[in-house]
């Protein structure tokens, strides 16, 4: 597949990926319907022999899932995963069993045999093939660029400039060689594979707009002029999945998710291009991220906390479609506001599931209650000065989330995170004059080059873009407004990624308790306001 194209019989149907969304709590697994299985040579991603490429994806918990169609295993558990990307670029060390690659948060990537992919846990086993990949904000298989018959790599730095890692057919790739610059225009970079059946890998990529352009390979490890697909419905897909053949007829083809968690099909013609799209499953919303899937891949919290007056502490999960779950109780009058400060601390540990950090007013000190810590270890010795809390994720680039202090006098510290949950690092000074912010929001990536960003609300109503750096000593860039007229707001706080496309997203409530969704463009703005709730919202004294 990655190569020439396969004799195949030609198969009517795409197999059946139907989402039963018998979503389990926090845990994400789905079911999948039966489907059929008559074609004869495996394809991309193919680990049950059926000649149709398969699916497989992490959950906000961090599990990855194979779906063949006919069944659905949880191939790797959470706290063995720590699984930022994920991707299935066929047979890597050419022992005829289709590969699947993971990057750590901390830019591990690891080579897992999918001989066992239909195995509970079965992907457990890998082999560190790179270290150091977290400098890279995309990491995506696009088949083999230069007529060596091998898999090979692309990956991009936030500053848009985009490498080629060619495979060596062992699992392993050579030396990263520089292919161009300006990719960070695109929000979505799809490793395609042979769209065009010139025996060359392709890629696609899509702009903030939704305009989707074709990179044909060249077949010397570089592309030719870009080709503009003519459809105006891509920028309708939180995540577009490329690489694979999924009706069995030898042609690549793509699966796209729109924001309601719906999944499309767009049947590749062996010429470049695709015909119109077909409808397939629903329920795929709370699907973090797919392999293959063009996005850069959201790390971190996946919800937001609502804290009482009295000090009850409640948790939200997101439903992957621009909406949170039903609140779950996560202490009762555990901890008032007359006493503690509070933070939804992203990813302190590599696994990536986000931390409640507990400040005591009384004694200064950071401590997280976390299941994992058992007796709420004293994370850092911080200060009585501190009136706000903030854990937005890597600051530093190194792939661990950090923590942000802010006194009373509006310094800033930054403890970077040593990526264990129960400690950081000694904390250094990073900035002055916040004490004019009322609101600070932490969730991410809001300008879609894979750091973390701030938002910040002053007392005049103006909402500050705070733009990362990834430099520890600087990690913000000089702020740039959003508007004003923010202060109609009691509560501003961010859920991460609530709608699937890997830009963290921003909510509001009102003093009537009115609930508000701002879809994150990864520009560093948002979309329009959309109403999720009139009231009920404004009983939260803090939301985290």
């Given at each position: 597949?990655?190569?020439?194209?396969?004799?195949?019989?030609?198969?009517?149907?795409?197999?059946?990926?139907?989402?039963?969304?018998?979503?389990?709590?926090?845990?994400g697994?789905?079911?999948?319907?039966?489907?059929?299985?008559?074609?004869?040579?495996?394809?991309?991603?193919?680990?049950?022999?059926?000649?149709?490429?398969?699916?497989?994806?992490?959950?906000?918990?961090g599990?990855?899932?194979?779906?063949?169609?006919?069944?659905?295993?949880?191939?790797?558990?959470?706290?063995?995963?720590?699984?930022?990307?994920?991707?299935?670029?066929?047979?890597?060390d050419?022992?005829?069993?289709?590969?699947?690659?993971?990057?750590?948060?901390?830019?591990?990537?690891?080579?897992?045999?999918?001989?066992?992919?239909?195995?509970?846990?079965?992907?457990?086993?890998?082999?560190?093939?790179?270290?150091?990949?977290?400098?890279?904000?995309?990491?995506?298989a696009?088949?083999?660029l230069?007529?060596?018959?091998?898999?090979?790599?692309?990956?991009?730095?936030?500053?848009?400039?985009?490498?080629?890692?060619?495979?060596?057919?062992?699992?392993?790739?050579?030396?990263?060689?520089?292919?161009?610059?300006?990719?960070?225009?695109?929000?979505?970079?799809?490793?395609?594979?042979?769209?065009?059946?010139?025996?060359?890998?392709?890629?696609?990529?899509?702009?903030?707009?939704?305009?989707l352009?074709?990179?044909?390979?060249?077949?010397?490890?570089?592309?030719?002029?870009?080709?503009?697909?003519?459809k105006?419905?891509?920028?309708?897909?939180?995540?577009?999945?490329?690489?694979?053949?999924?009706?069995?007829?030898?042609?690549?083809?793509?699966?796209?998710?729109?924001?309601?968690?719906?999944?499309?099909?767009?049947?590749?013609?062996?010429?470049?291009?695709?015909?119109?799209?077909?409808?397939?499953?629903?329920?795929?919303?709370?699907?973090?991220?797919?392999?293959?899937?063009?996005?850069?891949?959201h790390?971190?919290?996946?919800?937001?906390?609502?804290?009482?007056?009295?000090?009850?502490?409640?948790?939200?999960?997101?439903?992957?479609?621009?909406?949170?779950?039903?609140?779950?109780?996560?202490?009762s009058?555990?901890?008032p506001?007359?006493?503690?400060?509070l933070?939804?601390?992203?990813?302190?540990?590599?696994?990536?599931?986000?931390?409640?950090?507990?400040?005591?007013?009384?004694?200064?000190?950071?401590?997280?209650?976390a299941?994992?810590a058992?007796?709420?270890?004293?994370?850092?010795?911080?200060?009585?000065?501190?009136?706000?809390?903030?854990?937005?994720?890597?600051?530093?680039?190194?792939?661990?989330?950090?923590?942000l202090?802010?006194?009373?006098?509006?310094?800033?510290?930054?403890?970077?995170?040593?990526?264990?949950?129960?400690?950081?690092?000694?904390?250094?000074?990073?900035?002055?004059?916040?004490?004019?912010?009322?609101?600070?929001?932490?969730?991410?990536?809001?300008?879609?080059?894979g750091?973390?960003?701030?938002l910040?609300?002053?007392?005049?109503?103006t909402?500050?873009?705070?733009?990362?750096?990834g430099?520890?000593?600087?990690?913000?860039?000089p702020?740039?407004?959003?508007?004003?007229?923010?202060?109609?707001?009691?509560?501003?706080?961010?859920?991460?990624?609530?709608?699937?496309?890997?830009?963290?997203?921003?909510?509001?409530?009102?003093?009537?308790?009115?609930?508000?969704?701002?879809?994150?463009?990864?520009?560093?703005?948002?979309?329009?306001?959309?109403?999720?709730?009139?009231?009920?919202?404004?009983?939260?004294?803090?939301?985290?």
């Amino acid at each position: 597949m990655l190569t020439t194209r396969s004799r195949r019989r030609r198969r009517p149907a795409l197999k059946a990926l139907a989402c039963a969304c018998a979503v389990l709590a926090a845990a994400g697994a789905f079911v999948a319907l039966p489907g059929d299985a008559d074609a004869v040579t495996p394809a991309r991603a193919d680990f049950d022999g059926d000649g149709t490429s398969d699916l497989v994806y992490r959950n906000a918990a961090g599990q990855l899932y194979v779906n063949t169609g006919a069944a659905e295993t949880m191939a790797l558990e959470s706290d063995v995963a720590k699984v930022k990307d994920v991707l299935t670029p066929g047979d890597l060390d050419a022992d005829g069993v289709q590969d699947v690659l993971t990057l750590s948060a901390t830019g591990v990537l690891r080579l897992h045999t999918g001989v066992y992919a239909r195995t509970p846990g079965g992907l457990g086993s890998y082999r560190t093939v790179a270290t150091g990949w977290q400098i890279y904000n995309k990491v995506t298989a696009p088949g083999d660029l230069n007529r060596d018959g091998r898999a090979d790599l692309l990956v991009r730095t936030p500053s848009g400039t985009l490498y080629l890692y060619p495979g060596k057919g062992t699992g392993e790739f050579g030396g990263r060689v520089q292919i161009g610059t300006g990719w960070q225009q695109y929000d979505q970079l799809i490793g395609a594979g042979d769209l065009d059946g010139d025996g060359v890998g392709d890629l696609l990529a899509r702009t903030t707009a939704g305009v989707l352009y074709r990179y044909p390979g060249t077949g010397s490890g570089g592309f030719g002029a870009r080709v503009k697909d003519p459809k105006a419905d891509w920028a309708s897909y939180n995540q577009i999945l490329g690489g694979g053949d999924w009706d069995g007829n030898g042609r690549t083809d793509l699966l796209a998710r729109d924001f309601s968690g719906a999944l499309w099909f767009y049947p590749g013609d062996g010429r470049g291009t695709f015909a119109a799209r077909e409808a397939r499953s629903k329920g795929w919303g709370q699907v973090t991220q797919f392999a293959g899937a063009g996005s850069n891949p959201h790390f971190g919290k996946y919800g937001t906390m609502a804290r009482t007056s009295a000090g009850s502490v409640y948790s939200y999960q997101v439903t992957g479609t621009g909406g949170l779950t039903g609140k779950l109780l996560v202490g009762s009058a555990a901890w008032p506001p007359s006493s503690t400060h509070l933070a939804y601390a992203s990813s302190l540990r590599e696994v990536g599931l986000a931390d409640l950090v507990v400040h005591s007013l009384s004694t200064g000190k950071l401590t997280n209650p976390a299941y994992y810590a058992l007796s709420d270890p004293e994370i850092a010795g911080g200060s009585t000065s501190y009136t706000r809390i903030l854990g937005p994720g890597d600051l530093t680039g190194d792939g661990k989330g950090d923590l942000l202090s802010v006194t009373s006098s509006g310094t800033v510290y930054l403890n970077a995170g040593t990526g264990s949950g129960t400690s950081v690092a000694a904390r250094a000074q990073v900035a002055t004059g916040w004490q004019t912010y009322n609101a600070l929001v932490a969730g991410g990536d809001f300008t879609g080059d894979g750091r973390p960003d701030l938002l910040a609300r002053d007392t005049a109503g103006t909402l500050w873009r705070l733009t990362g750096t990834g430099s520890a000593s600087a990690p913000f860039a000089p702020r740039v407004s959003l508007g004003t007229g923010w202060q109609q707001y009691k509560n501003l706080f961010s859920p991460g990624d609530a709608d699937g496309d890997g830009k963290a997203d921003l909510m509001t409530t009102t003093s009537t308790g009115a609930l508000y969704f701002y879809a994150g463009t990864g520009a560093g703005t948002f979309k329009g306001r959309v109403a999720k709730a009139a009231s009920g919202w404004g009983v939260w004294r803090d939301l985290l």
